[in-house]
């Protein structure tokens, strides 16, 4: 009546399913067993990859302390004309995009510099750096600075002084320096300006990724009659760093892991490639800001606010009793050098408009046409990229070899030739 004591019997084989299909439901309806053994795997990985992130958090925050993130650092104040300033002290945090621990000193005047007297000592001459965050140097530690690079070449009879402050544009740049010179410190008999392309959504006080107005940054424009005009900014909301579903982006470790990886896709673009083709490819770095504010439709509009207000810092600059001599150094996008950057653009441009333009006309160091000396850091980059990782690949700004390339360049076109190489064209 029944089957062999002691031997189980699917219900399907007591039922009158033919024979050539039990085998077939048997494996639709595993048993108990098979379900136990995938849970088991399952919970094992899970557990695994948790001890892993575990220990190598632990790891880290040993090595590098309790320290904050760096968008929970209060090194930034509200400032009218300007913004925002840097607000004097010491500071140290771990940048998550670049994967390090970062040491900055800001002095009194709102610099990362060492204390400034409001004139060079006899027989030193003083060469002010002016810029944003790529003059500052996010994130490196101060030593590994363009100013601190350009430093170490020029020797003790010059001093070169960093006046770079992060998010900075052109505009706010000039009320910086219009706000030394009032308090009695001299520029120096050089100034040379490091541009960037975002510039000039920063001098239209634009929003890096939606090109919206970003109300915290003074918007900046040149009247008919020649006079900067400005719109003020408001105060910032208190940052409250990241959401509560991004609790991944926190953890130390993960950030360290990303940076590897994307190291290793910018040193090799093979490999980016391939990892191009499965869809997986990390977005490297700050797309679409960096290459809307450079391309796309409304190039000439913004352009051509970013070139009045350039101008107009040129003349006020040789204006002054003590004009400086002034030089323009331009620093291209990582997507204009790198050819892994680079092929992050390919990738996007059947999606963006912009990106498009960009390859159509990857270089536009427009600065040329301004009557300054202009200085292009993309040759000496791309020559150097060829073989060498010049920017943090999610950070976006030089690393260590990218600034020391940017102060040996600068050196030899701004103090070694001391300025006696030709003025650019302007046509």
């Not at 039922?15 to 039990?22: A, D, E, I, K, N």
């Not at 990303?258 to 869809?279: C, F, G, I, K, N």
């Not at 200085?375 to 920017?391: F, G, N």
Request: proline share 6%; hydrophobic share 40%; with cysteine.
């Amino acid at each position: 009546m029944y089957a062999v004591r002691g031997t189980f019997k699917h219900p399907i084989a007591r039922s009158g399913v033919p024979f050539r299909l039990r085998g077939w439901i048997d494996l639709m309806m595993p048993d108990r067993n098979f379900f136990a053994n995938v849970a088991l795997v399952l919970a094992s990985t899970f557990l695994s990859v948790t001890l892993l992130l575990a220990a190598g958090e632990m790891t880290l925050r040993w090595r590098y302390g309790a320290l904050p993130t760096e968008w929970r650092v209060p090194m930034k104040i509200y400032d009218e004309r300007r913004g925002w300033a840097l607000q004097p002290g010491h500071y140290s945090y771990f940048d998550t995009k670049a994967a390090r621990r970062v040491d900055v000193s800001i002095n009194e005047l709102g610099l990362r510099n060492r204390p400034l007297s409001r004139e060079s000592k006899p027989g030193v001459e003083r060469i002010m750096l002016l810029g944003d965050s790529f003059v500052f140097g996010a994130p490196l530690d101060e030593d590994h600075t363009i100013s601190a690079r350009l430093q170490a070449r020029a020797g003790e009879s010059f001093e070169i002084v960093n006046v770079g402050v992060p998010g900075y544009g052109t505009g706010q740049e000039y009320r910086l320096v219009e706000e030394l010179q009032a308090r009695g410190y001299r520029l120096g008999r050089k100034l040379v300006l490091v541009f960037f392309t975002n510039d000039i959504q920063d001098n239209l006080g634009l929003d890096y990724s939606t090109m919206g107005r970003n109300r915290v940054q003074p918007a900046f424009d040149v009247d008919a009659a020649g006079n900067l005009q400005q719109t003020l900014s408001e105060p910032p909301r208190t940052p409250t760093g990241q959401g509560a579903g991004e609790w991944l982006g926190s953890l130390l470790f993960f950030q360290f892991l990303r940076y590897q990886l994307e190291v290793a896709l910018v040193s090799h673009p093979s490999m980016l490639r391939t990892v191009e083709a499965v869809d997986m490819a990390p977005g490297l770095p700050r797309t679409p800001g960096i290459v809307a504010g450079w391309y796309g439709a409304q190039w000439g509009a913004h352009w051509a606010v970013t070139a009045g207000v350039l101008e107009y810092l040129v003349k006020a600059l040789r204006a002054m009793p003590e004009a400086p001599e002034l030089f323009i150094a331009y620093v291209p996008s990582p997507f204009q050098v790198h050819e892994s950057f680079k092929l992050t653009i390919v990738a996007g441009a059947s999606s963006d408009a912009r990106y498009a333009s960009f390859l159509s006309d990857p270089d536009r160091p427009q600065a040329r046409r301004l009557d300054a000396h202009f200085i292009d850091l993309t040759p000496a980059l791309r020559q150097a990229a060829a073989h060498s990782v010049l920017y943090f690949p999610h950070e976006g700004h030089f690393n260590e070899l990218g600034c020391d390339i940017a102060a040996q360049v600068i050196f030899e076109q701004a103090i070694k030739e001391r300025g006696r190489g030709s003025r650019a064209s302007h046509d």
